[in-house]
C-alpha cells in the first residue's frame, strides 16, 4: 500500500485528478506545490482505521497543516463537527431486515475520486459520518462494485438506512450468512 502506515489522497478543487502520498512512520504526510488558496479535500487511509470525519482546508501558505484523525474500523469519531449522515446497511432475508456487519460504506462529495470519508459497519450494520455536504453514499463490496445512492443534506441530522437486498443478489459468494 506505501512505505509508511498508509496514504493521503488529496483532490484540489477545480482539478479532476486524485493524487496521494505517503503517510511516514510517525503519522506525518506533506502534500508538495499546492496553489495558494486552493481548496482541499483530504482522505487518509490506514490499514484497520477509518476516517468518518469530512476533512477539506484552503491552503494558505507554505506550512498550512491539517491533521486527519483516523479511528478504529467500526467506530466513529465523536469529536466530528458540522453536518452528520448515519444509518444501517441492511438486506431483507425472510421477511426481516438483517444488519450487515463488516460491510464498506463511503461518501463522495464529487463525482468521481477519492472518499471524503469511509467506514466500516459494526455489529449492528451502522455508520456514521460527519462535515459533509451534498453528494453520493457507497455501500457494500463484490470485488469492489459498491451499490451507490445520492444523498441531499439537509441540516445537521440526516439518516439513510442503505437496502443491499438486490446488490447482495447480484454477487452472493461476497455475501456468506451472517
Known amino acids: 500500500m506505501s512505505n509508511g502506515l498508509g496514504l493521503v489522497w488529496y483532490f484540489v478543487d477545480g482539478d479532476t485528478r486524485v493524487r496521494m502520498v505517503n503517510i511516514d512512520t510517525s503519522g506525518r504526510y506533506s502534500i508538495p506545490a499546492l496553489p495558494t488558496g486552493s481548496r482541499i479535500r483530504l482522505t487518509a487511509f490506514s490499514l484497520d482505521l477509518q476516517q468518518t470525519c469530512a476533512v477539506y482546508t484552503v491552503f494558505e501558505g507554505v506550512d498550512t497543516v491539517q491533521d486527519i484523525k483516523l479511528v478504529r474500523s467500526g467506530t466513529h469519531d465523536v469529536t466530528c463537527e458540522g453536518p452528520t449522515l448515519s444509518g444501517v446497511v ?4 425472510e421477511g426481516a431486515m438483517r444488519p450487515l ?10 463525482s468521481r475520486g477519492a472518499w471524503d470519508v469511509y467506514a466500516t459497519t459494526n455489529a449492528d450494520g451502522r ?9 453520493s453514499v457507497l455501500a457494500g463490496d463484490c470485488s469492489d462494485a459498491m451499490d451507490s445512492k445520492p444523498i441531499e443534506i439537509g441540516g445537521n441530522t440526516n439518516v439513510v438506512d442503505f437496502d443491499l437486498t438486490a446488490f447482495v443478489q447480484s454477487c452472493p459468494w461476497m455475501f456468506l450468512p451472517q
Open 90 to 93: 441492511f438486506r431483507i432475508v
Open 101 to 110: 456487519k463488516g460491510q464498506r460504506v463511503g461518501f463522495y462529495s464529487a
Open 127 to 135: 455508520f456514521e459520518f460527519a462535515g459533509l455536504s451534498r453528494g
